[in-house]
């Protein structure tokens, strides 16, 4: 079992940066990829970036390209995503994921019943 525990959001104005945080527990977490996702209403949850490889490799989508980081720290078990330059339209609820590391799942939502997921943490960036 894999619990994941995201922080760090919040509401924030446009070009302003923010950090999620999502703490990693359980005994099988480490062989999974870790990444992020988001869902703003009425829309598709959407991959954000994510480590979609064991050796460290990095998807981003093309609306953060440039914006926003994914790092991990593996002696604290947490992973982040650092968010600059923030747009109306990056408002969502951001959800951490542990997914198996296969580069397609993090471009296209491959579902609730896959992995593992946080309970997301809200960001609301106003204009």
């Known amino acids: 079992q894999v619990k994941l525990v995201e922080s760090g959001g919040g509401s924030v104005q446009a070009g302003g940066s923010l950090r999620l945080s999502c703490a990693a527990s359980g005994s099988t977490y480490t062989t999974y990829c870790m990444g992020w996702f988001r869902q703003a209403p009425g829309k598709k949850r959407e991959g954000v970036a994510a480590?979609?490889?064991?050796?460290?490799?990095?998807y981003y989508t093309d609306s953060v390209k440039g914006r926003f980081t994914i790092s991990q720290d593996n002696a604290e078990n947490t992973l982040y995503l650092q968010m600059s330059s923030l747009k109306p339209e990056d408002t969502a609820m951001y959800y951490c994921?542990?997914?198996?590391?296969?580069?397609?799942?993090?471009?296209?939502?491959?579902?609730?019943?896959?992995?593992?997921w946080g309970q997301g943490t809200q960001v609301t960036v106003s204009s």
């Open positions: 480590f979609y490889t064991s050796g460290g490799s990095t």
């Open positions: 994921a542990a997914l198996p590391c296969i580069q397609r799942l993090w471009v296209e939502y491959p579902g609730p019943d896959l992995g593992y």
